[in-house]
């Protein structure tokens, strides 16, 4: 995670499962790109997605997983990109990367 946040300029946060993350998302100065492991303890991944894109479909959800067949279900429950593991870490950043635009995020001081 320290990568990530170095590659961004931004905090990343860490959670153990996808209920937790969903009660994090629901603060109003909650994250704005989401990345989430399909397969999580308490709810999946695509459930997390499907709740996440129903009330905040401005965020970005970005999906990975081991299994490939998770990739068509990601993309057809409205993922914003999706990497297939074992992931090179420059793909993620890429990805990250272009959603920091996209969300015009200030860097942080």
């Known amino acids: 995670m320290d990568v990530l946040a170095y590659s961004v ?21 909650s994250a704005d790109i989401i990345l989430s492991e399909v397969d999580m303890p308490h709810m999946d991944g695509l459930e997390l997605l499907n709740r996440v894109k129903k009330e905040y479909p401005q965020k970005i959800c970005i999906l990975m997983s081991g299994k490939p067949g998770y990739e068509s279900a990601a993309r057809q429950s409205g993922a914003d990109a999706f990497l297939a593991k074992p992931f090179d870490i420059n793909d993620l950043f890429e990805i ?5 635009v996209e969300v015009n995020w200030k860097p942080l001081k």
């Open 9 to 29: 300029n931004r905090e990343v946060m860490s959670f153990n499962n996808s209920t937790d993350a969903w009660h994090y998302i629901q603060h109003p100065e």
């Open 96 to 100: 990250v990367q272009a959603f920091v």
